[in-house]
């Protein structure tokens, strides 16, 4: 599916080291005329998932305010399947010439070691242009639940293992993560209940017959707000401002206990340098547009601008935290 938003070390003997210095200039020279030529095409954003999913609306949200920045119209391109797999390989793959960029989330930092024969490495195949943001996850029941806190939460689990069950969006989803986080971080027994996409696993929950889940606020408010959900804790070290009666875990007795959804733009690895800078303004000037901030408050999202550098170390942390926590939990895609 497309949309397109118009813009409105070992040392060589001498002869080889001239070589290869002259070869590094000239692929240095290259690149600086590269990336002085660009853009000078339309870009194209690929989102791994389906249109209508909070990625997709990131991107296109993205697309919106970045195209009249680079001059140039953002193509959005949805190429879901293999969780997500599909639309990272593409971009993996792609041309590293700044044309091609991916809408990143979770599944950047996960994928790796959930699938273990995958084409390509979210660390060692992309180069980080921007973080857009990221929305803390947060802990709900059904209105009718009989548990009112994260604490009475906890205890019942404690009282009564295996008596509880959580949702998740599927295996290796980032609500299932966070669940696992959870019973690792609590010490409790509780069983997971995947579904195929976060629709039917809120159906179930609001029917009840779902004891909890760890859900994205855009995706909880209106039904909290209109008293179908009850939120037990925003996993996070500060409440959300969309939803600020709503106590942090560590307010509600699980100090420590954090996760989010997040999102970024990366490109395939060994676009210019250049490129990815002014990428990286041009995401972050994005970002400081008053309408942009508006749309992003609105969708719980917490906006994270920074360097590319800074982005880099984030998914490299993130990956090494969703490792352990699939190892021990021993988390399988299917």
């Known amino acids: 599916m497309f949309t397109l938003i118009s813009p409105t070390a070992g040392r060589l003997p001498a002869g080889k ?4 210095a002259l070869a590094a200039t000239l692929a240095l020279w290259g690149g600086a005329v590269q990336a002085a030529a660009w853009p000078s095409q339309p870009l194209r954003i690929i989102v791994p998932y389906t249109a209508g999913g909070a990625v997709d609306a990131l991107a296109r949200l993205t697309g919106q305010y970045l195209a009249p920045r680079v001059g140039q119209p953002i193509l959005i391109e949805n190429k879901p399947g293999a969780g997500s797999n599909i639309g990272m390989e593409a971009a993996a793959h792609a041309a590293p010439d700044g044309y091609t960029l991916l809408m990143a989330a979770n599944s950047l ?8 024969d995958l084409r390509f490495n979210g660390l060692r195949d992309f180069a980080p242009v921007a973080q857009i943001g990221y929305a803390p996850l947060m802990i709900v029941v059904p209105a009718d639940s009989p548990i009112h806190s994260l604490r009475e939460l906890l205890e019942t689990a404690r009282k009564s293992p295996g008596k509880l069950s959580y949702a998740s969006s599927g295996n290796g989803s980032s609500s299932h993560l966070a669940g696992e986080s959870l019973k690792i971080a609590a010490g409790i027994d509780v069983l997971h209940v995947p579904y195929r996409g976060a629709a039917p696993a809120m159906t179930d929950l609001l ?3 779902i004891s909890y889940m760890a859900v994205n606020p855009a995706e909880a408010a209106q039904h909290i707000k209109a008293g179908r959900l009850r939120a037990l804790a925003v996993a996070a070290p500060q409440r959300l401002a969309i939803l600020p009666d709503v106590p942090t875990a560590a307010e509600a007795g699980l100090p420590g206990y954090e996760e989010a959804v997040w999102w970024g733009l990366v490109a395939p690895a060994g676009t210019p340098a250049a490129i990815v800078t002014r990428l990286n303004h041009d995401v972050r000037a994005a970002l400081d547009e008053p309408a942009m901030k508006a749309r992003l408050d609105a969708l719980g999202v917490i906006e994270r601008p920074g360097p590319p550098d800074q982005f880099a170390a984030f998914i490299k942390a993130e990956t090494a935290r969703a490792r352990q926590v699939i190892q021990t939990a021993h988390i399988k895609p299917n």
Do not use: F, V
């Not at 930092?109 to 273990?116: H, K, R």
């Open 109 to 116: 930092a996960t994928n790796n070691s959930l699938y273990p």
């Open 17 to 20: 080291r001239l070589l290869a």
């Open 207 to 209: 029917g009840g017959r």
